[in-house]
């Protein structure tokens, strides 16, 4: 008999380590959604999640937690907050069907009677229904998604964060106009598969693999002359590559796209060897991965 699945909202999740359901990691819709309030989303998650996440509660967070770095007043996260509440996100159901809903509430930042420097909210009921059943979750490291310089970014991170530490995938395949929606990328915008590289991916990749705990590619597959398909693969990265990505975490951002660029992964540079994934991964391998 096999056992009943951990429920996402069982875990405890840690200070600056986010829980997050494969829910809020797979929606499509975002794409109007700014770098903040992208990020938004994970940080809301989290402090209801260690506060408890019950139909009809309210949670509480600390605006300062909300602001991007360097940042003084309140502008970008009222802007936040109000296309949170305005945007419709399309979540994925375990059965394959989808549901969209509003990802946040009503909330307090407007009102004359709430605390200095605290933003009460909630969350849509039928979003804290599909929440309440979630079983596949991804470890979101906080402070990486704030060091993001593009909402791309923190996509693309969120999604491999969300598999990276499986013992028997080491790869996802795409369709081109499934990717372009999981990353955000608006409809009509860089049409070519180029300009998508250039102003999406390159930079995307490039800041995933300067600050995650893995590395990661984005491979085209191509039908003839066309790309209709991208391949992200993912390893494990060396006790070194942690060190290096965690001192860029610390590091100022100023200077930070000069610092990774030519060093980080290219795009379209060819994947790690098999033998070097198997180095690091003894179980997995990234060519015969399903």
Avoid: C
Avoid at 224 to 233: D, E, I, L, S, W
Wanted: charged share 25%.
């Amino acid at each position: 008999m096999s056992e009943a699945p951990i429920l996402t909202l069982a875990l405890t999740p840690r200070g600056q380590e986010a829980i997050k359901p494969a829910e809020l990691i797979q929606v499509t819709g975002h794409h109007e959604l700014t770098l903040n309030a992208r990020r938004a989303i994970t940080v809301l998650w989290h402090h209801a999640h260690m506060q408890g996440v019950t139909e009809g509660k309210r949670y509480t967070v600390e605006i300062d937690e909300l602001k991007p770095a360097g940042h003084k007043g309140y502008e970008m996260v009222e802007e936040a907050i109000e296309a949170l509440m305005r945007t419709l996100l399309v979540v994925k159901l375990p059965n394959g069907k989808t549901r969209r809903v509003q990802f946040l509430g009503g909330n307090d930042l407007d009102s004359p009677d709430r605390p200095a420097g605290v933003l009460t909210y909630s969350f849509d009921a039928m979003l804290i229904e599909i929440l309440q059943k979630s079983t596949i979750w991804g470890k979101i490291a906080l402070p990486i998604i704030m060091s993001f310089s593009s909402k791309y970014s923190v996509s693309l991170y969120e999604n491999v964060a969300q598999v990276a530490n499986l013992s028997f995938k080491t790869q996802i395949e795409y369709s081109l106009d499934d990717f372009r929606a999981m990353l955000g990328v608006p409809p009509g915008k860089y049409k070519t598969f180029g300009e998508l590289n250039m102003h999406v991916l390159k930079p995307a990749v490039a800041e995933v693999n300067a600050l995650a705990p893995f590395g990661l590619a984005v491979l085209p597959v191509k039908q003839g002359k066309k790309v209709v398909k991208v391949n992200v693969g993912w390893w494990r990265k060396s006790d070194e590559e942690l060190q290096s990505a965690y001192r860029e975490g610390q590091a100022s951002k100023v200077g930070r796209k000069e610092r990774i660029s030519g060093k980080a992964e290219h795009v379209l540079s060819p994947m790690p060897s098999q033998e070097r994934l198997r180095r690091r991964s003894p179980k997995t391998s990234l060519l015969s991965a399903k």
